[in-house]
């Protein structure tokens, strides 16, 4: 019997339009405080954008949308042969709206072309925004993992901007945001 050998890739959307504070960050971004303080000088609106449960304000994007832009991007970027060999093995796991981080699975053989896409793909609905690749792994449960230190890394560091702003508020919808995301993460079918 023949086992079939899966890669997972969890990846990250970031919308041209997203809050300085939800875009990626660094391990080490003790400077960033400053130029997030510095972009909202004397506006009303948090330097964390909404800290709730759409995190950049932007329509919910679905599961079918998505599998679909990159089906095009495949066809679009890797023609024929491309959309061949990816249609059957290429699968979405997990897509969450609210933190716009997901994990595909897809055949080891294609992981290159499936990778490449996500890399130039440069709108989904009319949006402007780039795709970037966080992690690939050989089990859904490694990725789990690095989905779960991914939002709490990014979290912590909201919560600790929050707490030199002292912004009681906004320190805790980020607990509860981390809390959240770290139950449908581990709710993903193995």
């Known amino acids: 019997m023949v086992r079939f050998k899966n890669r997972y890739l969890l990846f990250e959307i970031i919308y041209a339009d997203t809050p300085l504070g939800w875009t990626s960050i660094p391990a080490t971004a003790s400077s960033a405080l400053g130029s997030s303080l510095q972009s909202h000088p004397g506006s009303n609106q948090s330097p964390f954008g909404d800290t709730g449960r759409n995190n950049c304000r932007l329509p919910p ?43 595909l699975r897809i055949s080891r053989e294609e992981v290159h072309i499936v990778w490449g896409a996500l890399t130039f793909m440069k709108e989904l609905k009319g949006r ?38 002292k912004d009681t508020q906004t320190y805790t919808q980020l607990g509860l945001a981390f809390k959240d995301s770290a139950d449908e993460v581990n709710s993903i079918e193995i």
């Open 128 to 165: 402007p925004c780039i795709i970037k690749v966080l992690h690939t792994s050989g089990t859904i449960k490694k990725c789990q993992l690095m989905t779960i230190k991914y939002d709490r890394d990014r979290i912590m560091y909201l919560r600790n901007q929050a707490q030199l702003l």
């Open 61 to 103: 994007l679905a599961n079918k949308d998505l599998v679909y832009a990159i089906k095009d991007s495949i066809a679009e970027n890797f023609g024929d042969y491309g959309a061949g060999i990816t249609q059957r093995p290429m699968t979405l796991k997990y897509f969450s709206p609210h933190t716009n981080i997901g994990i």
